[in-house]
């Protein structure tokens, strides 16, 4: 059975800084491809940040050159550095792994940029 499961969110001022980690028992992320997704109440689910198991990120635009996405083979996790948080970026973040046509998806953490 797999699960993910996600900590590192909370409340931080415009301007800092979070990281998220997502740890995962019954699937391998090296093997396939994750990242994490983000959802604000009422609107749908989007994309934040992707790594293959090429190493191969890939980014939305809104978030370029602040998250950097990463995954420790060594420990089955994968991260989410997040800087220059706006409160824009305030969502419930959750992390996915897709692996052989299968997805899966940790029940999120919440993060808030407020001052």
């Known amino acids: 059975q797999v699960h993910l499961v996600e900590s590192g969110g909370g409340l931080v001022q415009p301007g800092g800084s979070l990281r998220l980690s997502c740890a995962a028992s019954?699937?391998?992320?090296?093997?396939?491809?994750s990242g994490w997704y983000r959802q604000v109440p009422g609107k749908q689910r989007d994309l934040a940040a992707t790594?293959?198991?090429?190493?191969?990120?890939n980014y939305a635009d809104s978030v370029k050159g602040r998250f950097t996405v990463s995954r420790d083979n060594g420990k089955n996790m994968v991260y989410l550095q997040m800087n220059s948080l706006k409160p824009e970026d305030t969502a419930v973040y959750s992390c996915y792994v897709t692996q052989a046509g299968d997805h899966y998806w940790g029940q999120g953490t919440q993060v808030t940029v407020s001052s």
């Open positions: 019954g699937v391998v992320f090296k093997f396939g491809t």
């Open positions: 790594i293959t198991s090429f190493d191969h990120t």
